[in-house]
């Protein structure tokens, strides 16, 4: 009765399609869950559940993450739960202590090899050794398309064709290319190591070809869960296929629009095509979005709702949660610079004002973007780290700290506080509590050592409790040995702590973080979409990263791009993603209705209104461009029998009042009549170069002669109007 109990709780504040997703029956399940609609929590409480009602026992569930950091918080959860002894670990996590485990049986006693950290010194000697000069970028590059290639089940021989199928933009000629990865391949067999994906195929291996080991995995691992399913690749399918060996106690967990890594060979096929390869599959969708507040959720659903291709067919309507908030903001700036100034002087802004600098995120697409708001974050004494730059565990400072707090157990009394006992071990490395560098790199590095402060106070106020277990208890008060073991499983996971400063990063590195304050920076044609998503399929890819980083943000978010890269530039035209907002803040109104303000700010107001192409979705930045609708190059659905009417009906009021007829209306603006042929008072407002005033003296006879009038009749019935 108890254990029934514990999993009832476990339902306990979950919304109807959490708990449906949670109470599933064993089989094939696909939660297809938006952005900040906790699927964390909902996954969470399906493996606590089903153990703790005895469907399934903890020991026998491997679930799979994309990082070492929501494998730890998983983990986590659970054990807060009462569910000790899930295995959450990595695709490589898994494979890694799989094979090293049956090694010994695969490998006949001989040694494991070593497994690369980086193929980058390598790639470097096969490029040498095939007649090509890198620099450690162009090592960079070629490694990614090894990368690519080997996680896509593409050998050597075969990259060339395989690179033209995907239409891959690779960094040399595809031949030689392939050359780079056979020499690769054969340098790294002479020196007798293994890279990640050769790890991965080993598992594979291990599994097919020995039934022994097969046995032994399947009788271990029987329920099955893989969260990210829509980032998984071929080989990593591969891997998962052979685990389950045929069965189909399996629950994916995905978001199709926030498929975003296909570079990398990730495809979301596994999840758009789930429930046809899974017949009788459990499909729940999760669309309470729980972290951004009903704006940011609005814009989102805004964006991704343009979306076009195979991914859109699962695309979700995400549903606000959160109290109102303020509107998203669309900034435009004159140049880079100026751009990077301003966001540095609201960082700073925001901070004064309470928000925690480790709240705030700049996002960017591309690394090289970084470098412009580092230096305006530094002059504004702003903290910041950059995501991704180097990992925290490998940090100078960090590894300098972790030793000095192992010699400090042998110094400091076992009774002192953890908190304070840290504090002293720092000493040993310059860093004190009270005297924080005003910003840039020394700022970083005292914040990197800070957060190690903060880790332990935090771990220190965490009793190691397990609250629905059969024997909870309270253990001793941790020690300095104690936390240094902790770091070093953290370490080992790269299960990184917050660090207080504002974060720079990619649209690519911030997917699955969150912060109260997010900057969507650079969103310029060239940037964003980027100027080599050539096609459909890679221009919806650039598409989706906005979405990612727009729900990212909780509350604030900040939209800008500058008009030129440097000061006096070639002008640049703003993304074609933006949806329509204004320089104030607030999104458009429809039909132009926000009239208030002076008449320059009205003006200003107008200028500052982002439209976009009805056709493809592109932000127009020419007036003819905005009074039509669409870019000049789409097709156009112009009615040459009404545009003709409307042409004679402007000329003969024209006459009659004596002025040029452009004063009417524009040739544009009639143009985009014929196009759209409004039907309704608020379709003709909608038209750039058609506000209120027009509106009334022409709207009647404009919607007439769309309607299908002739001119005549206008004409005639506004004399008979305007006769005694």
Same mark, same amino acid.
């Given at each position: ?16 399609? *959490? ?39 903890? %020991? ?95 050998? $050597? ?19 030689? !290319? ?19 994906? &050769? ?18 995995? %399947? ?35 995905? #978001? ?20 046809? %390869? ?62 990077? /100034? ?5 960082? %700073? ?120 277990? $059969? ?10 040995? &104690? ?10 996971? *790269?299960?990184?702590?917050? !660090? ?11 997917? /699955?973080?969150?912060? #109260? ?114 870019? $000049? ?6 009615? $040459? ?25 524009? &040739? ?57």
């Amino acid at each position: 009765m108890a254990v029934h109990s514990a999993g009832e709780r476990v339902l306990t504040g979950l919304d109807p399609e *959490q708990r449906a997703a949670v109470t599933a029956p064993a089989g094939p399940v696909c939660v297809l869950a938006g952005a900040g609609t906790g699927k964390t929590r909902a996954v969470t409480a399906r493996i606590a559940h089903r153990s703790l009602t005895g469907e399934i026992a903890a %020991r026998h569930v491997l679930a799979v993450t994309f990082t070492a950091r929501a494998a730890a918080e998983m983990r986590s959860r659970l054990a807060l739960i009462g569910v000790p002894g899930v295995q959450a670990r990595t695709f490589h996590a898994a494979a890694l202590r799989q094979v090293r485990y049956f090694a010994p049986r695969l490998l006949a006693g001989r040694a494991m090899p070593e497994l690369l950290d980086s193929k980058v010194r390598l790639v470097t000697l096969a490029a040498a050794r095939v007649g090509l000069r890198t620099d450690r970028a162009a090592a960079r590059d070629l490694a990614g398309e090894i990368e690519w290639a080997k996680s896509s089940l593409v050998e $050597p021989g075969e990259y060339a064709v395989a690179a033209a199928k995907a239409l891959r933009d690779t960094p040399h000629d595809p031949a030689k !290319v392939a050359e780079v990865f056979t020499a690769y391949e054969q340098i790294k067999r002479s020196n007798g190591v293994i890279d990640f994906e &050769d790890m991965l195929r080993a598992a594979v291996w291990g599994i097919e070809e020995h039934p022994d080991v097969a046995e032994q995995v %399947r009788g271990q691992y029987r329920h099955f869960v893989v969260d990210e399913y829509q980032d998984v690749n071929p080989l990593q399918q591969r891997l998962l296929e052979v685990w389950l060996g045929g069965r189909d106690d399996l629950t994916v967990v995905g #978001d199709a629009s926030q498929t975003i890594y296909s570079f990398t060979g990730a495809t979301s096929s596994y999840l758009v095509d789930f429930a046809r %390869r899974h017949r009788g599959a459990t499909v729940v969708r999760l669309v309470r979005d729980y972290r951004s507040t009903p704006q940011v959720v609005g814009l989102a659903n805004a964006v991704i709702s343009r979306a076009r291709g195979t991914e859109a067919r699962l695309r979700l309507e995400l549903v606000g949660q959160r109290p109102t908030g303020p509107e998203p903001e669309l900034r435009i700036f004159t140049d880079e610079p100026a751009e990077a /100034g301003a966001v540095a002087a609201r960082c %700073r802004s925001l901070i004064d004002a309470g928000i925690p600098a480790r709240e705030i995120a700049v996002l960017f697409r591309t690394n090289a973007q970084s470098e412009a708001y580092e230096k305006a974050l530094t002059e504004a004494e702003v903290p910041y780290l950059v995501q991704g730059a180097e990992r925290f565990f490998e940090r100078t400072e960090v590894r300098q700290a972790m030793v000095a707090l192992r010699a400090a157990t042998r110094s400091i009394p076992g009774q002192t506080p953890l908190p304070t006992a840290v504090v002293e071990a720092l000493s040993a490395v310059g860093w004190t509590p009270d005297t924080p560098p005003a910003g840039g790199a020394a700022r970083e590095r005292w914040e990197a050592l800070a957060a190690l402060v903060q880790l332990a106070e935090e771990y220190a106020a965490t009793p190691a409790v397990v609250p629905l277990g $059969p024997a909870a208890s309270v253990q001793p008060p941790v020690t300095l040995a &104690d936390f240094n073991d902790e770091l070093q499983r953290r370490a080992s996971q *790269q299960h990184v702590p917050t !660090v207080d400063g504002v974060t720079l990063a990619s649209l690519h590195a911030a997917k /699955g973080l969150e912060w #109260d304050a997010v900057f969507l920076v650079g969103l310029a044609e060239g940037t964003l979409p980027i100027t080599y998503a050539r096609t459909a399929e890679q221009v919806e890819e650039e598409r989706r990263l906005l979405y990612v980083g727009i729900t990212r943000a909780r509350q604030g978010l900040w939209l800008s791009y500058a008009s030129a890269r440097s000061p006096g530039g070639r002008p640049r035209r703003p993304s074609r993603f933006l949806p329509q907002l204004d320089r104030s803040g607030g999104t458009e109104r429809a039909g132009g209705a926000e009239r208030a303000g002076t008449p320059a700010q009205r003006i200003e107001r107008r200028r500052a209104q982002v439209v976009v192409c009805r056709i493809c979705g592109a932000t127009l930045v020419a007036g003819p461009d905005r009074k039509l609708g669409r870019c $000049p190059t789409c097709p156009s659905d112009l009615d $040459p029998e009404l545009h003709d009417r409307l042409r004679d009906w402007r000329q003969r009021v024209a006459g009659a009042q004596r002025v040029p007829a452009y004063v009417i209306f524009t &040739d544009a603006t009639l143009v985009a009549l014929a196009e759209r042929r409004p039907g309704r008072t608020e379709e003709l407002l909608a038209i750039a170069g058609i506000g209120a005033r027009k509106l009334g003296l022409y709207g009647a006879a404009v919607l007439a002669l769309v309607g299908g009038a002739s001119v005549d009749e206008i004409c005639s019935e506004k004399t008979s109007k305007n006769s005694p």
